[in-house]
């Protein structure tokens, strides 16, 4: 069954850090692009970051989150990570991951959410003293 889940949410102090994963099973993510957005309450989602197929990896960012948050994707363990340092309050929200799939992977990625198919359920993330 094609399923993604999403998991290392919680609540954190300004400054603190948290690490993201994204499982994906059923289907291998090698295959796909990865994408990282967030809704914050109130808000309409945004993205975070995002990663294309590996083998010519490009990666990209939100201004909002750069310098602070790197993704990268273990295709052995079938997962992606969105590793989250000196986080603020607006970081809170929920964060989903969503794939593309680009077996030939030409495809940059975009923070685009029409730009993917399948989406987790997501994680939340608190940020508050």
């Known amino acids: 069954q094609f399923q993604l889940v999403e998991s290392g949410g919680g609540l954190v102090q300004p400054g603190g850090s948290l690490r993201l994963s994204c499982a994906a099973s059923?289907?291998?993510?090698?295959?796909?692009?990865i994408g990282w957005f967030r809704q914050a309450p109130g808000k309409e989602r945004e993205g975070v970051s995002c990663?294309?197929?590996?083998?010519?990896?490009?990666?990209n960012y939100a201004d909002s989150v750069k310098g602070r948050f790197s993704i990268s994707r273990d295709n052995a363990k079938n997962t992606v990570y969105l590793q989250m340092n000196s986080l603020k309050s607006e970081d809170t929200g929920v964060y989903y991951c969503?794939?593309?799939?680009?077996?030939?992977?030409?495809?940059?990625?975009?923070?685009?959410?029409?730009?993917?198919?399948?989406w987790g359920q997501g994680t939340q993330v608190s940020v508050s003293s």
């Open positions: 969503a794939v593309r799939y680009d077996p030939a992977g030409f495809r940059l990625c975009l923070l685009k959410q029409g730009e993917y198919d399948r």
């Open positions: 059923g289907f291998t993510l090698e295959d796909y692009i």
């Open positions: 990663i294309s197929k590996s083998g010519g990896s490009s990666t």
